[in-house]
């Protein structure tokens, strides 16, 4: 191996040590608490080392979303692929909804880097980072086969999205009990879905 393949794999390994204690520390303790002395401390790195990955927290932030889109987009299609194909599109739609909502409320901080902090990412733009495309492929994969007719798959699994986000973030707050989320879900798919 090379000196200049050592570094970039240290490169690649620091650039990694840096965004699983980023999540870690705001899965205990909230994004407030993630700066970048507080990184550079827990890493045993300085900070300059720290800014030579990431230009500040903003960046860290998007890092851990990318991070947690690829998780996410596994965990949909985990369920949707679990659900039985003899079920049929309610069941695989009812899995992914709840593998979204467990998602939510395992990884707030994550959670929260994806869809609710300023993590400097595009959506639904030519230059939208592959995890988040594919993130959204794993909710039309399912979805758009219950849009109905002259329904754009797209903007259905938009609605959807919006709606899962919307239960996720409302529940969590406080703002919606969270013993009627399954009646919650339930009705969603319900409605929302042609099966």
């Known amino acids: 191996m090379s000196v200049q393949e050592r570094k970039q794999r240290e490169r690649a390994q620091r650039e990694r040590l840096i965004v699983a204690t980023a999540r870690e520390l705001a899965e205990d303790q909230g994004w407030d608490a993630v700066t970048t002395r507080r990184l550079a401390e827990s890493i045993e790195y300085s900070q300059p080392v720290l800014y030579s990955h990431f230009r500040g927290k903003r960046e860290i932030i998007g890092a851990v979303a990318l991070e947690g889109a690829t998780e996410l987009a596994a965990a949909l299609r985990s369920a949707a692929s679990a659900a039985s194909t003899a079920d049929g599109p309610r069941a695989r739609v009812t ?39 594919d993130a959204f492929g794993a909710l039309l994969e399912t979805l758009g086969e219950v849009a109905g007719d002259g329904v754009h798959p797209g903007v259905f699994t938009e609605l959807f999205w919006a709606a899962l986000h919307g239960l996720a973030t409302l529940t969590r707050a406080g703002r919606l009990p969270p013993e009627l989320t399954e009646v919650r879900l339930e009705l969603l798919v319900d409605r929302l879905a042609v099966l």
């Open 95 to 133: 899995a992914l909804a709840r593998a979204w909502l467990d998602f939510a409320e395992r990884n707030p901080a994550v959670y929260d880097a994806l869809f609710n902090l300023d993590g400097g990412l595009a959506f639904a733009q030519e230059d939208t980072p592959a995890p988040l495309k």
